[in-house]
């Protein structure tokens, strides 16, 4: 079977879900950094969302897939993955669960918190892309970073409700899109609860380096905005 085509952007945290997985997952596949090349007429006519992840396989009806919770349940579907994936309609239906609330509920909170300090482009219609101020672009971005707590809580009270992991006693896809999620917050300072500063350790000790060398990516992307922002500020650039 040929290897998996991984198109992604390092930076990002949507990409470090798919690398994450395909890595802890021992699935064969080739990774290939598109920074700069989503909006080129070879790649839009393989992906014309322009997004990434992006899997191409042969398998696939056009070719392509996106969307990096919809790769990992492919994938797991295909293989029979079912450490991150249970079978049981029960269990997949929290993991399910888990991933279209932090997609619908949680990441658009996020992303309004953290795009702005991280460069990344606004959603068109929101207010960090229209042409308000300064100061009512960032009230609005720390609104957004207030409304963060409450969807948070829900992962630890309800998803793993007493459990280390959304997947119980070890880790789900539901848990690597979460952590992967929960790298951006360091953008910010965001003063995240003790419970999720221990679940994201938990979870690169469990994976092991399947999620330290895409976190690293991550990471090192967000501790260079926030020299670069700390030198603005301080005038020494």
Request: hydrophobic content about 40%.
């Amino acid at each position: 079977m040929a290897p998996i085509k991984l198109n992604v952007i390092k930076p990002s945290v949507n990409n470090m879900t798919v690398r994450v997985f395909l890595r802890a997952a021992n699935l064969d596949f080739i990774e290939h950094d598109v920074y700069g090349q989503t909006r080129s007429a070879e790649y839009l006519a393989r992906c014309p969302s322009h997004l990434t992840p992006m899997i191409e396989m042969s398998d696939l009806p056009r070719g392509a897939l996106w969307e990096s919770c919809a790769i990992m349940q492919y994938l797991c579907n295909k293989h029979g993955i079912d450490d991150f994936y249970p079978k049981d309609p029960e269990k997949r239906a929290m993991i399910d669960s888990a991933m279209f609330y932090l997609i619908g509920t949680f990441y658009p909170h996020l992303a309004r918190a953290t795009y702005p300090i991280l460069r990344f482009p606004q959603y068109p219609g929101e207010v960090g892309y229209s042409e308000a101020d300064h100061d009512a672009k960032e009230q609005a971005r720390k609104a957004a970073a207030d409304a963060l707590a409450e969807p948070l809580e829900v992962f630890h009270t309800f998803y793993m409700s007493g459990k280390p992991f959304i997947g119980g006693d070890k880790p789900s896809i539901a848990d690597i899109r979460l952590a992967a999620t929960l790298e951006f917050l360091e953008a910010i300072d965001y003063p995240l609860p003790a419970w999720a500063t221990t679940y994201i350790e938990t979870m690169e000790r469990s994976l092991g380096t399947a999620y330290s060398e895409p976190a690293a990516d991550v990471r090192g992307y967000v501790d260079y905005v926030k020299a670069q922002r700390q030198e603005e500020l301080t005038g020494t650039a």
